[in-house]
């Protein structure tokens, strides 16, 4: 079986991106020969994903730092561009800490003596809207604490500028009002200035920003809007960029870029400031190939780390059970025509540009307008899985929405199918084009459905592959449903 995305060629060079999914607005850290790296993770649940990796380019994620969201009231329903919001991660004092803004509420903060936890609940640092990008600094010299942010228009009307304070060293207090650092208003071309990262450098202060939609000329090469990202320095003393780029669909893809320091001091990022496709990997011990998980065979009735909800799970969405398979309640909703709306929709990114999916669904109820499937899930969205009839029976159907639908249709006529089982199969081609099929276990195995649909991202956020389950509204028992070896896969490396 071919992972659906392969970063490190096997020959000691890697191609970008080295995170082909959506792992939005990254920073990264070295602890020892050790790299990781959070990212973005807005409205999903659990959230501030941590990934590993030795060498910069196989990656492999290892748990979320953020277990709920908050308030609780707020996340109670899907909120997808709100929540956490370009986190910085960092290494003080024998500690992790991560500072991100959620641009409703404020900044915040969290800290951990093991990458994988506990972490401390979330401290609010700075209250107020509009406050996005935060990141500290602990000078190590003297022992003094700092932060800066960014500002987003949309919550507050300012944007374009950077806020620094001093902060106690324990990341809990603003030690003054805040300093204007950079006011790009007042600076010709400059328009969006967001993004920053702090660092001590050579004797000097660094805040790597971004004031533009790029942080690298595109020049000769097919990477469009170069973004923001991190700086680290490999235990061999090597210095590497990792940045995203906005692919639509695909949502916010990471790159890696060779980095040095000119002879008048200033980084010089990619190939002489152009992205680079193939590099040579990093000096670092051998590591296998990897990606971040997206198979699953839901082992002991649980789904692996790659999952998150739309919003704040509640007790009673999963039903535990000792075999393999996963197991979700019906949930009861007067949204079901609707999964934009939904929050008991299990999701995870998109893991390559051409990918295939696969997973078998069971509904195991009779409840009439119970239904259960596997849907690509953006601003628009398209679904295709089991529903209970008025009889009923269990039968096959394909549905979508477009964005501005405020329900969704038909995509091709509903079929019965036998034994209230089915495994269903998206393919995903450039463009993130999806072609829906289904083998209903009537022998004539899997069946093209519907028309193409053409997945759509939502602000900031890419589309998702979702697992769900409901019914219609009212009271008692609504049933199950069962999802069974879920597989994603790709095409080999080169093709």
Known sequence: MTMPWRADLGDGTYRNPVLNADWSDPDVVRVGDDHY???????????????????????????????????????????HDCGVWAPSLRHHAGRFWIFWGDPDHGIQQINAENIRGPWTAPHLVKAGKGLIDACPLWDEETG????????????????????????SPDGRELLDEGTTLVDADTIPGWFTLEGPKAYRHDGWFWICLLYTETVLAQGDTEVNGPHQGGWVRTAAGEDWFLHFQARGAYGRVVHLQPMRWDGEGWPVIGDEGEPVLVHRRPKAPEQAAEAPASNDDFPGGRHGRQWQWTANP???????????????????????????????????RLPAEEFTVEVG??????????????????????????????????????????????HERDAEHPRPAPGADVRVRIEVTRGARCRFHADTGDGAGFQP?????????????????????????????SGTAGFTAFRTTGRPTGT
């Open 37 to 79: 790296l959070t990212a973005s993770s807005f409205g999903r649940v659990p959230g501030l994903p941590l990934l590993h990796s030795r060498d910069l380019v196989n990656w492999t994620l290892v748990g979320h730092a953020l277990e709920r969201l908050g308030p609780d009231a707020d996340f109670a329903v899907p909120r």
């Open 449 to 477: 459905s519907g028309q193409v649909f053409a997945a759509t991202p939502w602000r900031w956020v890419g589309a998702l592959l979702g697992l769900f389950a409901t019914a219609p509204a009212g009271r008692g028992p």
């Open 361 to 406: 669904i069971t509904l195991d109820t009779g409840e009439p307008g119970a239904k259960a499937g596997l849907a690509v899930l953006g601003d628009a969205f398209s679904w295709i899985g089991l529903e209970a009839g008025a009889d009923g029976e269990a039968r096959l159907v394909h549905r979508y929405a477009e964005s501005v639908a405020e």
């Open 144 to 167: 003094e604490a700092y932060l800066v942010h960014a500002w987003a228009k949309s919550r507050s009307g300012i944007k374009n500028r950077l806020t620094g304070h001093r902060m």
């Open 314 to 348: 509640r007790p009673g969405w999963t039903v535990g059970h000792g075999g393999d398979g996963l197991r979700l309640s019906c949930v009861r909703t007067a949204y079901a025509h609707d999964l934009r709306a939904l929050p008991n929709v299990l999701v995870q």
